[in-house]
């Protein structure tokens, strides 16, 4: 995937689309229909609980250490500054369809240019300046 990076401010765009490349049709490639529809939670990372705007309440963490007379884990809710790498995380599938939805519309809005031809273009005819610090420090790397 090529990504535009600025060498001023470390502004980085991931990626363009294309008419079978874009965030509506990753909703279908990603299952988030059926995942609308399941009754089984979903397992998140602790990387997509920092970048959803989950609320944390709405997540279950299960510990990952045994009690002492070795039942299952115990499932409780801790504030948001308790999240910690190798728990497991797991959040309804209606609100994990909600915060992708979410995500994929920021990244919708926040797509500086959508396509590789209009990167191309605007790059040739030196109007490639970066949206965050407006310099022409651009570069496009594979
Ligand atoms: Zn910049």
Redesign the pocket.
Known sequence: MKSIC?R??N?VQHGFWDKDHNPLSRIVEDGLSEVLLSKEWIVVSSDWLRVSDIPFKAVRVFRSLRQRDDTEPTVINQPESALIEGERYEVEPRVYVACELRRRAKDIENMHWRTEKEWKEDNDESKAN?P??G?E?LTCIS
């Open positions: 600025c001023n401010c502004w970066c965050q610090c310099t420090n």
